[in-house]
């Protein structure tokens, strides 16, 4: 048996976000979301399926922090649903949103589990969408109002905070891939998009010291990571280029204070360029404290002009694959979390990974085996890490139980938990057990 033991005050939690699992689409006073209209757009989402009732934590939150005391986590990442807060993007407040998460909030507390808060985890108030969204200057700063609001409601309450899940998710899969809401297709309103929530998150950054909120501040890109099919430089460059538009694009900006040089006059060939204005590169490299990355899977990359605005093309090299058809490849992870040591040894949280695996309940259990192994490959590329000296806090599997998977609706399962969406009973999958394992040993056990 080898035995991985983990640093004693490691973090050991889980994830969700608020449009996948809240449901209560019309209660509480909420407003709409881009992703209630995404949703209900036909073909956008797999069977048209939408979050109004999702796993209907709106309601069965209780129900969910007895199911993280027993799995025994310390940390939960959870995010705040703008649209329930000022439900018309920059206007009145409304106080039965904020009212449903301190009842959540000082839930967690009791129960001994830190909240660890995401402001903006993609569900942006319409109003604001129509005006321009991302792009338009006025929702930045009503991004800065609404975290505002909720800075002074919940500093002392919440610590650890991020300000955006995945920019590049925000920014390019939704607005020049229009995988995601609000289904963009066109590369200068994408980079338009990436800029505007920088900016936006510089300033809400700045507010939250101005206010002298408690605890720690950070933003959460989604990593990619690509080696190159062959030693050809312009396979090495097409792996950069994909690298670097999850990574480089944004931390470049927030940690540097410019853009990645080599990327900018990419996209300058294609005709597009980055709309800074006087000031925007100072306020979005105001220091932050810390550094969430979700990371799932890795690609084997080379250079097709044909291949979209990167001209990266990955390879299906007959890896092993979850159920959404991604890789199993752990050894990204630690590849990425070395190559974020440019930025220097700044703090970082895993606080998304996870893995699809759609198996169902069969006699009172969920065997979901795949997952088990995967969570283990993945943990065990976490402690070479750390050994390796990297700053690593906290580990956060994506997800506590099964919900919305964006495009994918409620086909594709990434929970601990499993959920039946007609009855909503919560069902504890086997990893789930095994995970409960490995929180209150801190430590991993392989048989080798
Ligand atoms: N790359 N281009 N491909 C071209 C065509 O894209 C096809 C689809 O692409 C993607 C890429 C990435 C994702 C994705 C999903 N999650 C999981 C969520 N993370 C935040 C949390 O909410 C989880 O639900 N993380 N990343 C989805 C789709």
């Known amino acids: 048996m080898t035995f991985f033991h983990f640093p004693k005050d490691f973090k050991w939690g889980t994830a969700t976000a608020s449009y996948q699992i809240e449901g209560a689409y019309n209660e509480g006073g909420r407003g709409m979301s881009i992703w209630d209209t995404f949703s209900r757009t036909p073909g956008k989402v797999f069977n048209g399926d939408n979050g109004d009732i999702a796993c209907d934590s ?26 329930r807060i000022i439900p018309d993007g920059d206007g009145e407040i409304n106080r039965e949103g904020l009212d449903f998460y301190h009842r959540f909030v000082d839930k967690l507390l009791e129960a001994g589990i830190e909240p660890f808060c995401t402001l903006y985890h993609w569900d942006l108030p319409q109003t604001l969408q129509d005006e321009g969204g991302w792009e338009n200057r006025r929702t930045v700063e009503a991004f800065v109002k609404y975290a505002e609001v909720i800075f002074k409601e919940f500093s002392g309450k919440i610590n650890y905070w991020l300000t955006f899940n995945e920019p590049w998710c925000i920014a390019f899969l939704s607005n020049l891939l229009g995988v995601h809401a609000p289904g963009n297709q066109d590369l200068q309103t994408s980079i338009n998009v990436a800029h505007g929530l920088l900016v936006a998150h510089g300033k809400a950054v700045k507010k939250f010291r101005e206010l002298g909120t408690t605890g720690e501040i950070g933003i959460a890109p989604n990593m990619a990571w690509a080696v190159p099919y062959s030693k050809s430089r312009e396979d090495q460059e097409a792996c950069d280029r994909t690298i670097a538009l999850n990574t480089d694009w944004f931390l470049d900006p927030i940690y540097k204070g410019h853009y990645p040089q080599f990327m900018v006059e990419w996209f300058e060939q294609a005709g597009a360029t980055v709309p800074i204005q006087e000031g925007d590169m100072e306020i979005i490299s105001q220091p932050i404290d810390l550094l969430g990355i979700n990371y799932y899977t890795m690609g084997v990359n080379r250079y097709n002009p044909e291949a979209g605005v990167l001209q990266s093309e990955e390879l299906n090299m007959g890896l092993p694959v979850t159920d959404i058809g991604w890789p199993v490849e752990s050894r990204g992870l630690y590849e990425v979390l070395h190559y974020l040591q440019k930025y ?37 590329q976490v402690h070479r890490a750390i050994n390796d000296g990297i700053n690593l806090k906290g580990y956060m599997a994506w997800s506590l139980m099964d919900n919305f998977e964006w495009a994918e609706g409620y086909r594709m399962r990434f929970g601990l938990v499993h959920v039946d969406y007609r009855s909503l009973v919560r069902t504890p999958k086997e990893s789930f057990y095994w995970y409960q394992n490995v929180i209150k040993n801190n430590w991993i056990e392989t048989r080798t």
């Open 344 to 380: 220097g040894n700044v703090p970082i949280y895993i606080t998304e990974n996870g893995a699809c695996i759609n198996d169902g309940i069969e006699k009172d259990t969920v065997a979901d085996y795949r997952r088990i192994s995967y969570l283990q490959q993945h943990m065990i």
């Open 58 to 83: 709106y309601h069965r939150y209780e129900e969910d922090i007895e199911l993280m005391k027993k799995l025994g986590i310390n940390t939960y990442r959870f995010s705040i649903a703008w649209p």
